[in-house]
């Protein structure tokens, strides 16, 4: 095929995505001097993406089939901007084969393979049956066109249980089920059918002997318009939660060299069975001896940055340079492995609520520098809105060093320093990942999150000493800061002091625990803090993120986040989430009770079904959220008056926020 209508240069590029893979794009495309083009939908008006890029362009509503998945929007987009190639990301249109033929049609370069190869490799079906004849080892499995039942009863008894039900179509782990005996085989079916229909439009199967206890182990491939294709080495992304990547390292810890280089070597053979051009990545299960071929991605992956950091090569270069038609700039030999990288996937999400993605306003978002073989690549700022329409997915922190372990520590350095507020992340689980003894020595298998889940998501422990006198110290140095911050402050204008011996008592308590009583002594001489029949000497320097505090001569660092009265601590024990018992500041008790009228989850408001002022019968609708895609209708709790709505249409809401409050009848 002629490849040169195909692959050109060009000097403005379209960035068909969001979030931190756009700003990613982005940066690399700017340094090559290209002109940059986002493309957003109304929820993404403020997004990170939009700043960065040179032109912004409005596709249309929040939901991705209305603005991102939307391809004449974004083919329209392109000719509105005189963009002239489309970078597509992961994930939304990344491998949809008539995107990049509509693309082609209208005259503009698709960064990544042809219509055609997606087609040939975008199937788990069709690319098994090429990689068979190209000789890549396959998991023994059925992949045939024929789909009634039958057929797949006798080809799962032939393969022999436990099998893995895959939609052919699929992709981030939906429409997957796990068989182990016959008898479960047939409602197996019927519901990854039923997922993989809704999902991709697609219900067709795949059936796979289930390699146990199995490693995910994949090779980054690029392949350019000349011919040559390159394997730049393997990652290992074996630690999953529900077939979906958490953790991603390279080289992997599990091979030896020989078994890389037949594993690279298989990868190659699989991409050259279709003269694959662009980045694209051939996946496969491994059972920690042999690899097997599940599928192939054509696209850039979300881990991409562990290769780029074990190689020294920017694969969003190599794949514009590609796209330029230019020839691969070294040869295999020249593509050297240097050290080891490891990512975490920062998610807006709670680990401890099952993984329920967190939305609304990220009031604090302070991470580490890019340092010491750190790196971050972001799509969200301080400020910014995460909306329950994309996945939840903030920023990948990726730390490189000359060994896996330093490149562990620095990774969980990183994430321990890192203060993300506002929403819930997942942080603090991808630290007990980091940091448990299993990881550090890669006994590990993609089952290995789901068994080990209650470690991991173990509730913060207990604050001590160290945690409330920081607290106090917390508050102490903000009420100094907002001092000075005021015109009119007795602290500046005078250089008042308060004289003579001075006490000031505080209480915190984490959640519904216990109250803990601490007491400030202050004024002439030097302060104490006193904790039950304890006295420490107590000292505090306020600097950027928090301060030093010096407690009987030892002083420690501490992050510290104030929002009313809840504090944010982080300590060398760990992180804290304290509330501030302030015995003068009209505390109220808010209980989220049975009565009140509030989100469950985070979600969005769809429709408000009552007025202000309505007299309301008990179950009455008040109001309706989407949460999770699913519309769900809160009533009103007890017969009443709807005293007030105090949200409106299109309002994201976080969970336990109060949306309405009904007055019961009679009073
Ligand atoms: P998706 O495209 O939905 O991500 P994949 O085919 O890539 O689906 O599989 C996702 C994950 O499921 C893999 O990373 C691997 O951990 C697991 N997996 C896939 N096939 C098998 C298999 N035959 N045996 C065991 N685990 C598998």
């Excluded at 491998?95 to 087609?119: H, I, K, Q, S, Y």
């Excluded at 030892?554 to 300590?571: F, M, P």
């Amino acid at each position: 095929m002629d490849h040169s209508k195909l692959y050109r240069r060009f000097r403005t590029l379209l960035i068909a995505n969001r979030g931190e893979i756009a700003c990613r794009v982005i940066r690399t495309a700017r340094a090559m001097g290209l002109r940059t083009v986002a493309v957003y939908s109304e929820a993404d008006r403020d997004a990170m993406h939009v700043a960065l890029a040179d032109e912004a362009l409005l596709l249309g509503p929040a939901r991705a089939r209305d603005s991102y998945l939307n391809v004449e929007r974004l083919i329209d987009a392109a000719r509105k901007t005189g963009a002239e190639a489309v970078h597509p990301g992961y994930g939304f249109l990344s491998e949809n084969a008539e995107f990049a033929r509509a693309c082609f049609d209208a005259g503009l370069v698709f960064v990544g393979p042809t219509a055609g190869m997606m087609t040939a490799m975008g199937s788990k079906s069709g690319s098994k049956e090429l990689m068979e004849k190209a000789g890549v080892p396959l998991v023994p499995g059925y992949h045939g066109e024929a789909q009634d039942e039958a057929t797949l009863s006798k080809a799962a008894d032939k393969i022999g249980f436990p099998i893995l039900v895959k939609a052919s179509a699929g992709g981030g782990g939906r429409g997957m089920r796990i068989v182990r005996s016959a008898d479960e085989l047939s409602p197996a079916i019927v519901s990854a059918k039923r997922e993989a229909k809704a999902a991709f439009g697609d219900d067709r199967m795949l059936i796979e002997k289930y390699v146990d206890n199995p490693r995910h182990i994949e090779v980054q491939i690029i392949g350019d318009s000349h011919g040559n294709l390159l394997s730049l080495f393997e990652r290992e992304c074996t630690l999953q939660r529900r077939h979906q990547k958490v953790i991603e390292e390279a080289p992997s810890p599990t091979l030896n060299p020989a078994q890389r280089e037949a594993v690279c070597a298989a990868a190659r053979k699989a991409a050259g069975a279709v003269n694959y051009v662009g980045a694209g990545t051939i996946e496969f299960v491994s059972d920690g001896k042999d690899v097997f071929f599940i599928e192939m991605n054509t696209r850039l992956q979300v881990e991409h940055p562990v290769t780029e950091l074990i190689t020294g090569i920017d694969l969003v270069e190599w794949q514009l340079r590609v796209a330029f038609g230019e020839a691969l700039p070294l040869k295999q030999d020249e593509i050297k492995l240097n050290g080891h990288a490891v990512e975490a996937r920062v998610y807006a999400e709670n680990p401890t609520k099952n993984f329920m993605p967190s939305v609304g306003r990220i009031s604090t978002w302070r991470l580490p520098a890019e340092t010491g073989g750190l790196r971050i690549d972001a799509g969200y700022r301080e400020g910014d809105t995460v909306s329950p329409y994309y996945d939840a997915m903030l920023a990948k922190m990726i730390a490189w060093a000359p060994t896996r372990d330093v490149a562990i520590e620095r990774l969980n350095r990183g994430l321990e320093e890192s203060d993300v507020r506002g929403i819930v992340t997942n942080i603090p689980f991808l630290s007990a990942l980091m940091t448990h003894p299993k990881v550090r020595t890669n006994a590990i298998d993609t089952g290995f999150i789901e068994r080990e889940l209650a470690v991991l998501t173990q509730a913060a422990p207990a604050p001590a000493e160290l945690e409330l006198c920081a607290a106090v110290a917390a508050i102490v140095n903000d009420e100094r800061q907002a001092a000075q911050e005021g015109a009119n402050s007795p602290w500046q204008t005078f250089g008042w002091q308060p004289v003579g011996r001075r006490q000031r008592s505080f209480a915190f308590r984490v959640g519904h625990g216990p109250e803990q009583k601490i007491v400030l002594n202050y004024g002439s001489g030097p302060s104490t803090l006193v904790i039950g029949e304890r006295e420490l000497a107590f000292a505090t320097v306020a600097k950027d993120g928090g301060f030093d505090l010096t407690l009987d001569g030892v002083k420690s660092s501490v992050a510290a986040v104030i929002a009313g009265h809840e504090l944010y601590l982080r300590t060398r024990n760990g992180r804290f989430d304290l509330h501030w018992v302030d015995p003068f500041g009209g505390e109220s008790e808010e209980h989220i009770g049975e009565d009140k009228i509030a989100a469950p989850l985070p979600g969005t408001v769809v429709a408000v079904l009552a007025e202000e002022g309505a007299k309301l019968e008990k179950g009455a609708p008040i109001l309706t959220l989407e949460v999770m895609k699913m519309e769900q209708t809160l009533r009103a709790p007890y017969a009443g008056v709807l005293k007030s709505i105090k949200c409106k249409v299109g309002d994201i809401v976080q969970e336990g926020v109060e949306l309405a409050v009904v007055d019961p009848a009679g009073e």
